[in-house]
């Protein structure tokens, strides 16, 4: 069956780094363009980036552009999301996500939460000032 395990996740000072992994299993893993979410208490869960399949196709929600960049590694089926200058508003829980269709076409932009049909169980990030 498909899983989802993010880590990394934990209690930081603002300005510092995280970086988080979200190892998968059950499924092609180079099939799919996997995603990173997060919601913070009270918030809707908010779209942070994607990358495709094919690696080299990414996209970052403008809340996080410049300071988070995700990658993937399709031999160990793993994304990750590199967490740079983290600010107290960044504090939430981070989801990973694998989008609903195999190899999605390039015209196609996974960025809503329908997008996606499996999830991990979240990694909490909390940023202190």
């Known amino acids: 069956q498909v899983q989802l395990k993010e880590s990394g996740g934990g209690l930081v000072q603002a300005g510092t780094s995280l970086r988080l992994s979200c190892a998968a299993s059950?499924?092609?893993?180079?099939?799919?363009?996997m995603g990173w979410f997060r919601q913070a208490p009270g918030k809707e869960r908010e779209f942070l980036a994607f990358?495709?399949?094919?690696?080299?196709?990414?996209y970052y929600a403008d809340s996080v552009k410049g300071r988070f960049t995700i990658s993937r590694d399709n031999a160990r089926n793993t994304v990750y999301l590199q967490m740079n200058s983290l600010k107290p508003e960044d504090t939430a829980v981070y989801y990973c996500?694998?989008?609903?269709?195999?190899?999605?076409?390039?015209?196609?932009?996974?960025?809503?939460?329908?997008?996606?049909?499996?999830w991990g169980q979240g990694t909490q990030v909390t940023v202190s000032s």
């Open positions: 996500a694998r989008d609903s269709i195999p190899r999605r076409v390039p015209s196609n932009f996974p960025r809503n939460l329908h997008d996606y049909n499996y």
């Open positions: 059950g499924f092609i893993f180079s099939d799919y363009t």
């Open positions: 990358i495709r399949w094919y690696e080299t196709g990414i």
